[in-house]
């Protein structure tokens, strides 16, 4: 098995709703907001070479939405996707499978594109894209509070297309080993409803792909829990609990929208469970 970290760029989102009840004074600290109260987050995917199969974790907003749509998130470094695969020595019709971790759009907007006909199709033709039923239900039937996320052109095409695949979820406890893909699945439903987490052990290490559980390092103290969650004390505890298991193992956290930090792990601490160390990827995997 090898691992790349695949960038789709950059974007902005409002600091307050990014720290939900953090005061602005204090989250500015590690999360500095520019003057229209933005901060820097980014689209970071991880590629998985395992055999025959390469599996691609979340892809990014796309490029597919109305320029009034972008406006709102200020997307830069932008098309980044295709020139880092070619730098690792594959192509787009390489990737066998697409494992969406929660199909808000910042999550899964790559994984369809206009073709030249100006139709909705997936932008990885030989591939699978997996989700679960769950989640599934959860998205095609939008709450009002997370309708503006799931978008229908990200997410009914993958249907007509043929190319979707359900993980079965666990009867009981966070974790599935899923027959299809060869990692653990860590399932939490603060931020959504089962969103899933990858789990690799890679060289010695442990390595959780955090997606929204933990945007950035600046959200590591439990209470600093992102407005955009539907379920902020489960989210919590979720926390709680994930966080020590890392601290007390010492997992290699994948941070997917951290502009600035690519890994991080996690220790205990008399203020409770905070910042370890930061790692880019390749000071571990060169």
Same mark, same amino acid.
């Given at each position: 098995m090898k691992l790349y970290p695949i960038?789709?760029?950059d974007f902005k989102l409002d600091g307050g709703a990014m720290f939900g009840v953090v005061p602005k004074s204090i989250w500015q600290r590690t999360n500095p907001a520019d003057e229209n109260n933005l901060i820097e987050?980014?689209? =970071?995917?991880?590629?998985? +070479?395992?055999g025959n199969r390469l599996t691609l974790i979340d892809t990014g907003m796309g490029n597919k939405q109305s320029e009034k749509f972008f406006s709102y998130y200020k997307p830069s470094k932008q098309n980044l996707f295709d020139q880092t695969l070619k730098k690792y020595g594959f192509h787009r019709d390489d990737i066998t499978d697409v494992f969406m971790t929660h199909l808000h759009f910042d999550h899964c907007g790559g994984s369809i594109v206009r073709n030249n006909k100006n139709y909705y199709e997936p932008a990885f033709k030989n591939a699978k894209f997996w989700t679960n039923e769950k989640h599934w239900q959860w998205a095609i039937e939008p709450n009002g509070r997370e309708k503006a996320s799931f978008l229908p052109e990200n997410i009914q095409p993958l249907l007509e297309s043929g190319q979707l695949d359900f993980i079965d979820t666990p009867d009981i406890g966070r974790l599935s080993f899923p027959k299809e893909l060869n990692f653990e699945v860590l399932f939490v439903d603060g931020h959504t409803e089962k969103q899933m987490l990858p789990v690799l052990n890679y060289k010695?290490?442990?390595?959780?792909?955090?997606?929204?559980l933990l945007p950035t390092v600046g959200h590591i103290p439990l209470p600093y829990i992102m407005g955009y969650d539907t379920r902020p004390l489960l989210t919590l505890d979720e926390r709680k609990e994930i966080f020590s298991q890392a601290a007390d193992?010492?997992? &290699?956290?994948? &941070? +997917?929208?951290?502009?600035?930090?690519?890994?991080?792990? &996690?220790?205990?601490?008399?203020?409770?469970? =905070?910042l370890d160390k930061i790692?880019?990827?390749d000071e571990?995997?060169?």
């Open positions: 960038s789709h760029g987050m980014t689209t =970071r995917s991880l590629l998985i +070479e395992d010695g290490h442990k390595i959780v792909y955090l997606a929204d193992e010492k997992w &290699l956290l994948f &941070l +997917e929208h951290d502009a600035a930090h690519e890994l991080c792990t &996690l220790k205990h601490s008399e203020k409770g469970v =905070r790692y880019k990827f571990i995997f060169n």
